[in-house]
């Protein structure tokens, strides 16, 4: 009879310790899951779209012109521009800024947190017509 019940006392232990691991194992999976979808979007470096950011960054690589503020905007489609030898090496994201009165355009990359191209630029702006 001793040996009955110990059998079904060890019997009882295993079923507690299997269904102890059985739980356990479900809350990591689940949080796993759960931290997984989360924070999956968070694994690529955002193209940062704030002017103030952006000259902040490509101020710290080279000198920009004072008392001006520069037009900005990122490279969304190559095609336009693969004509153009200043664009060869521009890949998507990449940041176009144009100082107008300073005649300077610079081709920054902010995946590789790096100018791309610099160049002395003259750009003509349409006057309205005449009524």
């Known amino acids: 009879m001793d040996n009955l019940d110990k059998k079904n006392s060890d019997r009882k232990i295993y079923i507690i310790i ?8 479900c809350i990591i999976l689940l949080a796993s899951v759960y931290l997984y979808l989360n924070n999956n979007h968070k694994t690529t470096l955002p193209v940062p779209t704030d002017t103030a950011m952006i000259m902040l960054k490509v101020g710290r690589l080279v000198d920009l012109p004072s008392g001006e503020t520069p037009q900005v905007a990122p490279i969304n489609d190559i095609a336009p521009f693969k004509n153009q030898p200043f664009f060869t090496r521009a890949r998507m994201g990449d940041i176009l800024i144009v100082y107008i009165n300073s005649h300077l ?9 790096k100018i791309i191209n610099m160049s002395k630029v ?5 006057k309205p017509a005449a009524l």
């Open 122 to 126: 003259t750009v003509v702006v349409p």
């Open 18 to 25: 299997g269904l102890i691991l059985f739980f356990l194992t």
């Open 105 to 113: 355009a610079i081709l920054y990359s902010p995946d590789e947190d």
